[in-house]
């Protein structure tokens, strides 16, 4: 048996008053996605436990088998691991988004989706201005970056507020307070000096995009924890495949090897049929193959019903598609990680739908791969992080 779990990042959502109140995956043609659910198992579950943030990295390390509650120390050490850099004791690590503030308002939270090449420039030249033995900026992919700091425990206790939490809001408010906040807002300051000048930002003005005005810091960590491996919980041989850090971190941490597949992206631009081609071909090697797409969540934080619209379909067109073509016994578990509603253009906790597809999981639960069809199945698994025992028939330690 082979198994392939398919995250479509932030797919799920809340009605939309001016499209006749349906959600972005009612109003998302999914012929395939459909048949599937006609043919499996269609329930509800919930990716976030409560009193937790509904971030990317918590609701996927449910989904992936892991309890947040007892693995969770942070969303920047997990993204640190898949970027190389070690965080030891005594030091912490935070996101380091790549923002655009203007007139003191959060304009945007990934500086108009700056690319890999122009944000390697402009954090090569915050070091550069920036760091030192105690203060070390590290690149990752596009928007998203690191921050290192040693010797300053204090600032993982920070309060922080993720930029995409606060489009166009005024940022004083937001930025970090309480014990452990005073460095971090002094870096905060300097880099808006520092990026003010940067050639990047007069090039991307002048052809109309955004530019970079400031970092902003937030989800700060320590050590990540030992973590048991898949295989040893699963007895399964797993991979990943993802255009973020953050998805490769956890596969990293839990003893997952990352598939490089050419064209994999973390936006619209993504080459979904050849994601689907590489992770096929992967279950030649691997038991579990795990595909996470981001372009969903990427169109539900910029507010484009249109684009999460296109991403769900274009996952089922050219994703799906080509699973349900797989000759050998298959099983096929599909689900977002949280809800990324269009209208609040950001994560909320509440439950998401799941489907599990392939032998031994019966049909006549749904027609349609929606929040109201896994609703009305009546069947739920509350804590999303049982999900891969269920789906894979192995014993949750």
Known sequence: ?????????????????????????????????DALTGEGLLGLTNNVPAGMEPSSAIACMSLLGYDPVVYYRGRAAIEAVSMGVPVRRGETVFR???????????????????GSVESRELIGALNEEMGSDEVTFHPGVGY??????????????????????????PVAPHLPRGRGSQLLNRLILK????????AVNYVRASRGQIPATSIWLAWGSGPI???????????????????????????MMTGMDILNIPGVTDNMKNDFAGQAEGAIAALETYDLVVIHVEAPDEA????????????????DSEIVSRLRGYKKPLRIMVLPDHPTPVAVRTHVALPVPFLMWGPGFEGGSGTRFTEAEAQKSGFSIPEGHRLMSRFTGGIYA
């Open 96 to 114: 380091c988004n790549l923002v655009a503030i203007k007139c003191g308002r959060m304009w945007s939270y990934s500086s108009g989706h700056i």
């Open 225 to 251: 924890p030992n973590t048991p491996s898949f295989g040893e919980i699963y007895g399964l041989k797993a991979a990943v495949t993802s255009g973020v850090d953050l998805l490769n971190g956890l596969g």
């Open 1 to 33: 048996m082979k198994y392939v779990v398919l995250i479509v990042d932030g797919a799920a959502g809340l009605p939309l008053e001016d499209r006749g109140g349906k959600t972005t995956l009612e109003l998302a043609r999914t012929p395939n996605l």
């Open 144 to 169: 998203r970056h690191l921050l290192k700091i040693k010797g300053h425990p204090e600032t993982a206790r920070a309060l922080t507020v993720p930029p995409h939490d606060i489009h166009d809001q």
């Open 191 to 198: 880099s808006q000096e520092v990026l003010k000048h940067q």
């Open 300 to 315: 539900g934080h910029a507010g484009n019903a249109a684009e999460k619209i296109e991403a769900i379909e274009r996952i």
